[in-house]
């Protein structure tokens, strides 16, 4: 990461966001109350089923569920998620019971669109982004967030830059390198540490599909008023362990790209490989409706209809 990405440099990227929520949510207008469920177009295609969201409705949403104690689930889909999603019976429980499921990822964008949907560029939104403008939001709000993911000493240093850039911001962190087990000593030490904080906002950051899988089976015994259960690498960024693509790049589709550079012994097999995998799938949805791609509402996954691992 660049030395002018670190600190005092970071929030001016992020007027453009700030000022876009200004405009949605002028001042002296209540935002929590004005995003009711129904405002949330519902997609619902190759198995899928999203609430597509812009930036400041998705914070408009954290808001409301962090006012009124919803101890909502929110929870993302980028191209990796829905390659495992297909392939792991217990990833789509975890969705089917999350209350809200937005995008992370540009070819979702235009895989909807594929489907008839008319969804846009905006409603595409990443933590690499979005972590700013949410840790100013909790400082100004006085939210308590708690952050479980990234190797020790990693999420300590991206919360340490989160509280120079952010001042007032409550933020505790514990790494996501434990064992994960429900009945595990590491987990129960982890889960009695949330609960003691009583998080306002639980970011979970431990990768696809642990971060998931931890979150379904703790999700009843946290004291957490809203958990975004797919922090994704945001905090890695923020401390630098992870050099941040482009966001220009992000906004054309072509982060993968950036991203595969800086670690393509890790990130081969997810641009690469598991891209065809779901083009398989495509083809084999498009041959099952007769050659239409159509909008779906039905709910079951290509994986229910052609076995597991599909």
Do not use: C
Request: zero cysteines.
């Amino acid at each position: 990461m660049r030395k002018h990405d670190t600190l005092s440099e970071l929030p001016e990227r992020y007027k453009k966001s700030q000022a876009e929520a200004s405009r949605t949510n002028p001042p002296g207008s209540n935002p929590v109350q004005s995003v009711p469920k129904t405002d949330h177009v519902e997609a619902s295609f190759f198995g899928l089923t999203l609430q597509p969201m812009s930036s400041p409705k998705l914070m408009a949403l954290v808001e409301k569920g962090i006012s009124e104690n919803r101890k909502w689930v929110i929870t993302n889909h980028n191209l990796h998620s829905v390659f495992l999603f297909h392939r792991h019976s217990k990833l789509r429980e975890f969705y089917k019971s999350a209350h809200w499921t937005f995008i992370d990822g540009m070819p979702l964008i235009a895989l909807g669109k594929f489907y008839g949907y008319a969804l846009e560029r905006e409603q595409r939104v990443t933590l690499a982004d979005w972590i700013h403008p949410l840790m100013e939001t909790a400082a100004r709000k006085g939210w308590r967030v708690y952050n479980l993911g990234s190797p020790e000493g990693v999420a300590a240093r991206g919360a340490a830059v989160l509280r120079r850039l952010y001042p007032g911001l409550q933020i505790e962190v514990s790494n996501g390198y434990f064992d994960a087990r429900r009945d595990s000593a590491e987990n129960e030490a982890v889960v009695q540490r949330i609960n003691a904080y009583k998080p306002d906002l639980l970011m979970v950051g431990m990768g696809m599909p642990r971060q998931e899988f931890w979150t379904q089976e703790n999700m009843e015994r946290l004291n957490a008023r809203v958990i975004l259960a797919s922090n994704g690498a945001a905090i890695d960024y923020i401390a630098g362990m992870v050099p941040t693509p482009p966001r220009w790049a992000g906004r054309m589709g072509l982060e993968w790209a950036f991203r595969l550079a800086s670690e393509p012994r890790r990130l081969f097999a997810r641009y690469l490989l598991e891209p065809w995998y779901l083009l398989i799938l495509l083809m084999m949805d498009f041959v099952r409706k007769g050659g239409r791609l159509n909008a779906a509402v039905r709910r079951e996954t290509l994986g229910e209809t052609f076995g597991e691992g599909f």
